[in-house]
């Protein structure tokens, strides 16, 4: 699914892209100027359109790295919430095996191996927790800064097509 959202940004981006360019391309190309006002004009469109490119590029990285520090802060949330869930149990162990304690020796040993096999239990939960937020963290930031990657080498494939057009447009307008 996040592919999807990641396919549909770099499509809008390319999109938005390629219709600036052909925008300005016709604009040009219809208003009545000579050749020199012409590629004046086609030379600040150009600007522009790298422009655009540069900042959609740093929208990108800009998200990416929000979304880089979000994920860190959940996962230390999460291990302060693991941190102090592992404190009750480690609590309520002692709890139990004083009550344990007042019935005799066969409960306290079930309670303390109760405990500790629960207490284990937790800790092992607790790590596969933040082994999981920690590859999903990386996983987010690898995909953010593909997207970002792929959307910088769109625009400047874009840049050059434009450009080349430009330039082709030019040419016909000077002959």
Excluded: C
């Excluded at 082709?168 to 307008?173: G, L, R, V």
């Amino acid at each position: 699914m996040t592919e999807k959202k990641g396919l549909s940004t770099q499509d809008f981006v390319l999109g938005s892209l390629i219709g600036v360019a052909v925008g300005a391309v016709a604009a040009l190309l219809l208003a009545p100027k000579s050749g020199r006002e012409l590629r004046s004009d086609i030379n600040d469109q150009v600007g522009t359109i790298k422009e655009k490119a540069v900042d959609y590029k740093e929208v990108a990285l800009e998200k990416g790295a929000e979304f880089t520090d979000y994920a860190k802060v959940q996962t230390g949330v999460i291990k302060d919430q693991t941190a102090r869930l592992t404190d009750t149990v480690k609590t309520k162990a002692v709890e139990v095996t004083d009550a344990a304690k007042k019935y005799g020796v066969k409960i306290k040993s079930s309670a303390v191996d109760t405990a500790a096999e629960k207490t284990e239990d937790i800790a092992v939960l607790s790590h596969e927790v933040k082994t999981a937020l920690a590859d999903k963290a990386t996983e987010a930031t690898t995909k953010v800064t593909d997207v970002a990657e792929v959307t910088a080498t769109e625009a400047k494939k874009v840049n050059k097509t434009a450009k080349k057009a430009v330039e082709k447009i030019a040419d016909e307008a000077t002959k």
